[in-house]
């Protein structure tokens, strides 16, 4: 089945930068949007970035020239890109992708394990 396998969250200090890494395999016939969630503690799970095959983004207004999402469609992984993070950036980042399995088979959403951003002094 497929699996998207997450990378890159950590501790970093307020003004620091990381890279996300989110790598889908399995049984892939086509990936259409792939997308970057983040879910702090008390809180519901909130777009933060997503990506289109053609390369269309949409952000959150809160990360909107700090974040870049970017995709390889050859090797089925998307980035994020966090600059200039601020401690209302820690949260839980789930990668989330919409995949079909078959030329005429239909998409269905799939979910990273999450991967843990703290920004802290």
């Known amino acids: 089945q497929v699996q998207l396998v997450e990378s890159g969250g950590g501790l970093v200090q307020p003004g620091g930068s990381l890279r996300l890494s989110c790598a889908a395999s399995?049984?892939?016939?086509?990936?259409?949007?792939m997308d970057w969630y983040r879910q702090a503690p008390g809180k519901q799970r909130e777009l933060v970035a997503g990506?289109?095959?053609?390369?269309?983004?949409i952000y959150a207004g809160t990360v909107k020239g700090r974040f870049t999402i970017s995709r390889d469609n050859a090797k089925n992984t998307v980035y994020l890109q966090m600059n200039d993070l601020k401690s209302e950036d820690t949260a839980v980042y789930y990668c989330?992708?919409?995949?079909?399995?078959?030329?005429?088979?239909?998409?269905?959403?799939?979910w990273g394990q999450g991967t843990q951003v703290t920004v802290s002094s």
């Open positions: 989330h992708a919409v995949i079909s399995t078959g030329w005429n088979s239909p998409f269905y959403s799939y």
């Open positions: 399995g049984s892939i016939f086509s990936i259409n949007a």
């Open positions: 990506i289109t095959r053609e390369s269309s983004t």
